[in-house]
DNA sequence: GAACGAGTCAACAGGGTGTCGAGTTACGGC
DNA sequence: GCCGTAACTCGACACCCTGTTGACTCGTTC
């Protein structure tokens, strides 16, 4: 809650402030964290096991984490900025191809780094429903992409290329959730999804019919 | 996991069989599970909670239910019925109309028996990540539902009312997905979602354009 | 070489789950 | 009217997990 604004690297999400040779066991404990999650879900690893695994006892994780949510937050950040860089290029740098491959790239772009991070992906989906801060931060994220994604409908209109429908805003959000669940269930593998090949073609063809009445080719 | 075929109405689901006067109890445990559902999530809910609310104590409990999961999954059914039931008059019933009407009227009753039941539908996404069961009895409705659309998706492509693309049941997929995050987005209340009143429209539209390119009106 | 702060952990407090075994009650048969 | 049986109940236990406390070690610094 109370984030000063006078940290030197933002010591963020109950990660307490770094110190000097703990670095070491900082990054231990993550690169352990992201070892096991790729063999199990979040709820069946304990914090025992975190500390365990970076060689140290379950009272010292609590010296460099709060909890084993502020782990899973501290990776997710690398996530997102991984995210958040791969969409700002894909928005901004690309006026120059036509709209079925500006919106085929940041489908792409989209699917490609959450896939990256398949175990990290799926562990966030898990963590919103027991901790607030990762419900949070995936609203974050969330929202940064619909902006985009109306700003972009919005233009498209304006240009005259895409017919007017429901607001841009809620076009964004129903489009957005789709590919969340889309993707979230080709990774997680439980339940009916589309083949990882697949995904983005499918995707793709919804989102152009969705914004502009008929895919443009 | 040993489903044997002898029980009398299926003592589904780690609900033990039914007792002469325990029936009370179970109900109790139900009502005291919804109720307190409406007020917080599952997470925070515990077995002594249930139990106390049904007047017994903590132990009484594991005599008519297996775990907080099962009761979940007691409840859900009810859930489940209703929406098998309100799909089937949906699909079955209604060819008279238009198509447009036909995928509205789905649609409509779709979001409707979730938002009937707003704090079990938001439970019963919650469970998944925790409970096989959950996951499972979800994936279950989903792929009903998916099966429904991509064969109404193929009859329309069928009778040359809806041009080709990507298979049937990867669209159905897609699109289901999408509705089933953006109402549970609605329901919820944590992250950007579309208001209450504009969930359906919105919908209906992406599904119209994706199934014939273009809304038919 | 004293003082300090980083780093460490045994022991504790507290809350949750699920089980076991010893009750209590209700009721049908003898 | 008493007895056995099965439904029903719960105190006490074993266990697992979280997060905190207080004392201890060690390197650095003056």
């Keep these: 809650m109370s984030d000063g604004a006078g940290?030197?690297?933002?010591?963020?999400?109950?990660?307490?402030?770094?110190?000097?040779?703990?670095?070491?066991?900082?990054?231990?404990?993550?690169?352990?964290?992201?070892?096991?999650?790729?063999?199990?879900p979040l709820g069946a690893i304990s914090v025992d096991d975190l500390a365990r695994g970076a060689g140290i006892s379950r009272p010292t994780f609590y010296f460099?984490?709060?909890?084993?949510?502020?782990?899973?937050l501290t990776l997710l950040d690398r996530v997102v900025a991984e995210a958040d860089a791969t969409m700002s290029a894909v928005f901004d740098g690309g006026a120059s191809t036509g709209p079925r491959e500006g919106w085929q790239r940041a489908l792409a772009a989209y699917h490609e780094t959450f896939r990256r991070h398949r175990a990290l992906t799926v562990a966030w989906a898990e963590a919103r429903s027991t901790s607030a801060e990762v419900r949070?931060?995936?609203?974050?994220?969330?929202?940064?992409?619909?902006?985009?994604?109306?700003?972009?409908?919005?233009?498209?209109?304006?240009?005259?290329?895409?017919?007017?429908?429901?607001?841009?805003?809620d076009l964004a959000i129903a489009l957005t959730?789709?590919?969340?669940?889309?993707?979230?269930?080709?990774?997680?593998?439980?339940?009916?999804?589309?083949?990882?090949?697949?995904?983005?073609p499918v995707l793709l063809r919804v989102w152009l019919t969705a914004v502009y009445g008929t895919p443009p080719d």
């Design 64 to 72: 460099y984490f709060t909890s084993k949510d502020a782990v899973l």
């Design 7 to 40: 940290s030197p690297v933002a010591a963020g999400r109950g990660r307490r402030p770094a110190r000097a040779r703990g670095d070491d066991r900082e990054l231990q404990i993550l690169a352990t964290a992201e070892r096991l999650l790729e063999e199990r």
């Design 177 to 200: 959730s789709m590919n969340e669940r889309v993707i979230y269930a080709s990774l997680s593998g439980d339940g009916p999804a589309i083949a990882a090949d697949d995904v983005v």
């Design 136 to 169: 949070a931060l995936w609203a974050e994220v969330f929202e940064r992409w619909v902006q985009r994604c109306a700003t972009a409908i919005e233009a498209e209109r304006a240009r005259g290329a895409a017919p007017s429908g429901p607001p841009a805003r």
